[in-house]
């Protein structure tokens, strides 16, 4: 399991740009990395996926190092209903190797 | 309609009762998941399918059963409850590394 390291927690002001970074040292070639969102009692969502470099979708952007050991996913412009977990995963095809740590806690404040 | 159906939403159980919570899918995929979350945690994997004949056991298995009745359908079974097993359980069922999650059902057991 390629497991991942996140700050546990987060606060933002509505309007702001939000960057969560993750860490992953030991991610394989043949891994990429994915976000997921989770709000109270509901299942995770994706938001965004991504193998090197940068990747951009209606909601995030994912920016990779080269040497992909760490990625950040930015949410520009948060608004309150943003808040939720957000996960960072890394794995390949095989899902069940996924691991979902405990997430980072956003936080967004009026 | 959702892609992921769970039902129940909500259960309330004794100890030492035999209680099936069903996942359908309408995503057509072949891998389904389950879940548990407990408060404030990631979700740890119960048990996993790739396809109606190849079941495997997650993390956590112990106190578990399954079955995949077809492709769309996979139910997880606690076969005598226990009160630890309270617990926010969530199908998934995957493309590739995108999840599709269920709402998720809440189980108490007491």
């Known amino acids: 399991l390629a497991k991942t390291t996140q700050p546990i927690s987060m606060d933002s002001y509505e309007g702001q740009e939000v960057n969560i970074t993750c860490s992953h040292n030991?991610?394989?070639?043949?891994?990429?990395i994915t976000w997921y969102q989770q709000f109270p009692s509901q299942g995770p969502r994706f938001i965004i996926q991504?193998?090197?470099t940068k990747v951009t979708n209606e909601v995030a952007s994912l920016f990779i190092p080269a040497d992909r050991k760490s990625s950040t996913l930015s949410l520009p412009r948060v608004s309150l209903s943003d808040t939720a977990v957000y996960y960072c995963?890394?794995?390949?095809?095989?899902?069940?190797?996924?691991?979902f740590g405990s997430g980072t806690k956003l936080n967004v404040k009026p | 309609d959702a892609d992921v159906t769970q039902t129940p939403r909500n259960r309330i159980t004794k100890t030492g009762k035999r209680i099936m919570l069903e996942c359908s899918q309408t995503?057509?995929?072949?891998?389904m998941y389950w879940y548990r979350q407990d408060p404030g945690l990631g979700l740890r994997l119960i048990y996993y399918?790739?396809?109606?004949?190849?079941?495997n056991k997650g993390e956590i298995s112990d106190g578990y059963s399954v079955s995949r009745q077809a492709q769309a359908k996979f139910s997880l079974s606690l076969e005598s409850a226990i009160p630890n097993q309270t617990a926010l359980y969530f199908c998934?069922?995957?493309?590739?590394?995108?999840?599709?999650f269920g709402q998720g059902t809440r189980l108490t057991v007491v």
């Open positions: 995503k057509g995929h072949d891998r």
């Open positions: 998934a069922t995957t493309s590739g590394g995108e999840a599709f």
């Open positions: 991504g193998y090197k």
């Open positions: 995963l890394v794995g390949d095809d095989n899902f069940n190797k996924f691991y």
């Open positions: 399918s790739f396809d109606v004949k190849d079941i």
């Open positions: 030991n991610i394989a070639t043949n891994d990429y």
